[in-house]
């Protein structure tokens, strides 16, 4: 459930990449952060969107520690560190040193449903980039996706959803 919280949350992250954008209409992740930053720590911001922002920062922090931590090949050719950890799913997460075969077994079958999310997914986006770069070639005219999404795909306003769902 998004909350008032967060909707001002991403509504300060939006406003901030919209100054940054440029005329080819990039941005640059480094200097979003920092402009970020600098909205977060002024002094006029409401305790709740402060609170709330410490609360994002504290689950990308864990969710960083997370990923530095998930077990990966090592030098020696094996997976296995004792201060990494593997994911069980539902927020359970076990040290790799006491991790069972139970968990191993919950751990490979997660990983596995996790892979054909992912190839499902890319394969979305190669189809999809396939049929863009298709319709690009065939109307050297357009030079924008947007452009090309609205004209020869027919995109609306009133048929879309609100950006990132």
């Known amino acids: 459930m998004t909350t008032t919280t967060d909707i001002r949350l991403q509504h300060i992250v939006e406003q901030s990449a919209v100054a940054l954008t440029d005329s080819a209409g990039r941005f640059r ?6 402009a970020v930053r600098e909205k977060l720590a002024g002094e ?3 305790p709740h969107v ?3 922002a410490l609360d994002k920062l504290a689950q990308s922090l ?3 520690f997370g990923e530095h931590r998930n077990p990966r090949r ?3 050719g094996g997976l296995f560190h004792p201060q990494d950890v593997i994911k069980l799913g539902n927020g359970i997460w076990v040290w790799m040193d006491r991790a069972t075969d139970s968990d191993l077994l919950e751990w490979r079958r997660l990983s596995r449903r996790n892979r054909a999310r992912v190839d499902l997914a890319d394969n979305e986006i190669q189809d999809y980039a396939d049929e ?5 070639r065939s109307h050297t005219d357009v030079l924008y996706l947007g452009d090309l999404e609205r004209v020869i795909f027919g995109w609306t306003e009133d048929q879309s959803d609100a950006p990132g769902t």
């Open 29 to 34: 992740k480094g200097q979003l952060t920092d």
């Open 44 to 46: 006029d911001l409401d």
């Open 50 to 52: 402060k609170a709330a």
């Open 62 to 64: 864990v969710t960083g």
């Open 74 to 76: 090592r030098s020696t």
């Open 132 to 136: 863009r770069l298709d319709a690009f």
